[in-house]
């Protein structure tokens, strides 16, 4: 862990079922902690209940584990990651740990809507990519092509994946960072037999080698010859690079208002320089309590120690420091820069945090926020069966809402009404098995659309409450996707509204009530009471009349009042949320299915035939997909797969 050359931090990212899991157990073999013979089919970083009955993983999973060559000793953290769309937000938290992915792309399957996401998300985090194209056995068995056509849909991945590292990676990473066969960041192999070839195998076979092993039911020839665990690390220990090059890479790009001295140690990866961590995860124990996932960027954190949250200002004391393999914990002295670490005792912290030293002259640095690609646009309402279970449940899911990105939920203050929030209804049938594991029984509400109000055009305004006490004067727009936090923002949220305050008289009790007088009114629109989305607010000036009116009485409903005028003068509208739809089919389903998705109102964009399978894709309405699941099934006999991906929202009103 003190050899910062010998450590590799790296996640595995794909579409679900590319084979993710699989493939993390023969690294799992490799580091000893599992038989040879159970690589490949354990599913050993599937441990929950749910992922073994669902066959998919929902969670993020890490371990540290050693592997040895022949003249020296690597720790390689793994973060194996969901490949399901509604768990996408984990994928986000956890490649902020790490310093390099490896992409599983399915070789029947190809790049599909998941595949983008992933390999956005990784660019976004300044992660350098190895590709790992899986189940090519399925191409020989399964599809029976030919070596020529095998080749050229190797070569098409390779491209297509390329093309992507291209569009979403910083100008100074799109060429070094394509993936290659001849510089081995590309593999080829199938993680269920357990082989793998690149160019660091002992020899590269032919591929009418690889065809006949196949034809003859020789797999056990290629294993032994091929071994997936050979390739797999070496071509991780020469590729992704240690902490000191990733965080040289990649810390400008993830930090924000960093000072020179900040800048310089997390360069380094300086186990003496000032402890700078973020918590990248977040997990619940009963008996410890929340179980922060960190990345220790820069110094050295030790049991006891103090640390300053950034956010919020408070000092927690770190009662723990271990590592996580699996579900266990173990228990460790101290952890330096460029390690992946559990640390148990810090308080009111949320996944994204800044954590450095209790020291006056603390570092000037906040990592930015993770970035999520989907939004919660799915509720339900819950309601304990018993009035007594209320208390409990609420604190379940505070807790859950911590934990789970893109989880959130809100009480109706006037009626009681508990509402959950997801990105999907996967996501939210999870939610609803941690509360039966609570022994709490709810009656749940069938799923509803989150429809948004969303102003158009640029407002100034300028509005006296009904008293004369206060003046207010506005600016209200349509936030960006680039927008940036400035010194002037001082609240922002998922739904992309920033609030930024200039020229007021700005204390601290001041800018609360502002704040609280912004989330009051993007709580509930003017048109019809949908929450607002993409507004920014700027406060110009807010004048007292009367002294001393600076008051919640008076500032709550002028705020509230002066923003609803400024949207309805907006040309505000009502909003629907959109996914891009991928619907994987037998070819001889196609008809019946595409008629189900014409039927609901779906853009189709593309249809793409697979030898026997056929790939439709396009956009629906969220409220239009959740009528669709059980046309989808009856079409297609049950053999339709289909991925929903949020991609926004469009004018509906």
């Known amino acids: 862990m003190n050899n910062k050359n010998n450590i590799r931090n790296v996640s595995i990212v794909s579409h679900v079922d590319h084979g993710k899991t699989t493939l993390s157990d023969h690294l799992l073999q490799a580091g000893g902690l599992i038989s040879r013979t159970m690589a490949g089919t354990a599913r050993a970083l599937d441990y929950l209940e749910e992922e073994q009955k669902r066959g998919i993983t929902i969670k993020t999973a890490n371990i540290s584990l050693l592997y040895n060559t022949e003249d020296n000793d690597f720790l390689i953290n793994l973060v194996d990651t969901p490949g399901h769309v509604d768990f996408s937000g984990m994928v986000s938290q956890a490649l902020r740990l790490v310093d390099g992915v490896v992409i599983v792309v399915d070789a029947v399957e190809q790049v599909m809507a998941q595949t983008e996401s992933v390999i956005k998300q990784a660019m976004n985090e300044c992660l350098r990519p190895i590709l790992f194209i899986n189940k090519v056995d399925r191409l020989i068995n399964e599809l029976k092509l030919p070596k020529n056509e095998i080749e050229t849909r190797l070569n098409n991945i390779i491209q297509m994946v390329n093309e992507l590292i291209e569009q979403y990676s910083l100008k100074q990473f799109k060429q070094d960072w394509k993936v290659r066969f001849d510089n081995g960041t590309v593999l080829i192999g199938s993680a269920l037999n357990g082989w793998a070839i690149s160019v660091f195998s002992k020899n590269i076979p032919p591929f009418e080698e690889i065809i006949h092993h196949h034809l003859e039911n020789q797999i056990k020839v290629l294993k032994s010859e091929y071994p997936i665990i050979d390739s797999f690390m070496k071509s991780i220990i020469q590729n992704i690079p240690n902490p000191q090059i990733g965080q040289k890479n990649r810390s400008k790009f993830i930090t924000q208002f960093i000072d020179q001295k900040a800048e310089d140690s997390l360069s380094n990866c300086d186990d003496k320089g000032p402890t700078i961590i973020c918590l990248g995860k977040l997990l619940h124990e009963d008996n410890r309590g929340l179980i922060a996932v960190t990345r220790i960027f820069s110094g050295l954190v030790k049991s006891g120690s103090s640390l300053r949250n950034r956010r919020t200002g408070n000092i927690s004391r770190i009662q723990q420091v271990c590592i996580y393999k699996g579900q266990s914990l173990m228990t460790i002295d101290s952890v330096g820069a460029g390690n992946i670490a559990v640390l148990i005792g810090l308080k009111d912290i949320q996944i994204g945090d800044t954590f450095v030293d209790d020291i006056p002259d603390f570092p000037n640095i906040m990592f930015k926020q993770i970035p999520y690609l989907q939004e919660s646009v799915i509720s339900q309402r819950i309601e304990p069966k018993k009035v007594s279970d209320i208390p409990k449940l609420t604190k379940i899911l505070e807790i859950l809402s911590l934990i789970k990105p893109n989880f959130h939920y809100n009480v109706d203050e006037n009626t009681g009404e508990?509402?959950?929030?997801?990105?999907?209804?996967?996501?939210?049938?999870?939610?609803?098995?941690?509360?039966?594991?609570?022994?709490?029984?709810?009656?749940?509400?069938?799923?509803?659309?989150?429809?948004?109000?969303?102003?158009?055009?640029?407002?100034?305004?300028?509005?006296?409450?009904?008293?004369?006490?206060?003046?207010?004067?506005?600016?209200?727009?349509?936030?960006?996707?680039?927008?940036?936090?400035?010194?002037?923002?001082?609240?922002?949220?998922?739904?992309?509204?920033?609030?930024?305050?200039?020229?007021?008289?700005?204390?601290?009790?001041?800018?609360?009530?502002?704040?609280?007088?912004?989330?009051?009114?993007?709580?509930?629109?003017?048109?019809?009471?949908?929450?607002?989305?993409?507004?920014?607010?700027?406060?110009?000036?807010?004048?007292?009349?009367?002294?001393?009116?600076?008051?919640?009485?008076?500032?709550?409903?002028?705020l509230r009042n002066v923003i609803h005028e400024a949207m309805i003068n907006g040309n505000i509208g009502i909003y629907e949320p959109i996914y891009k739809f991928t619907i994987n089919i037998p070819t001889h389903y196609l008809g019946p299915v595409l008629t189900v998705v014409q039927r609901f109102g779906s853009e189709i964009e593309d249809t793409e035939h697979l030898a026997s399978k056929s790939i439709i894709k396009g956009e629906i309405s969220v409220e239009s997909s959740l009528q669709t699941a059980s046309e989808l099934r009856a079409a297609s006999e049950g053999y339709a797969f289909w991925q929903f991906e949020f991609m926004g929202y469009k004018r509906k009103i």
């Open 418 to 558: 508990i509402k959950i929030f997801g990105i999907g209804e996967l996501q939210l049938e999870i939610i609803q098995g941690e509360i039966q594991k609570a022994n709490i029984t709810v009656e749940v509400s069938n799923p509803e659309v989150t429809l948004v109000e969303q102003i158009d055009k640029e407002v100034f305004l300028q509005k006296k409450d009904q008293l004369e006490f206060l003046q207010i004067t506005i600016k209200c727009k349509q936030s960006t996707e680039d927008m940036e936090k400035t010194k002037d923002c001082v609240y922002s949220d998922y739904r992309d509204n920033y609030l930024e305050v200039k020229r007021v008289n700005t204390t601290e009790e001041n800018l609360d009530l502002i704040r609280v007088g912004f989330k009051n009114a993007i709580l509930r629109g003017p048109l019809r009471g949908y929450p607002i989305r993409k507004l920014h607010l700027t406060v110009e000036d807010i004048e007292e009349l009367e002294p001393d009116s600076f008051r919640y009485e008076f500032i709550i409903p002028l």
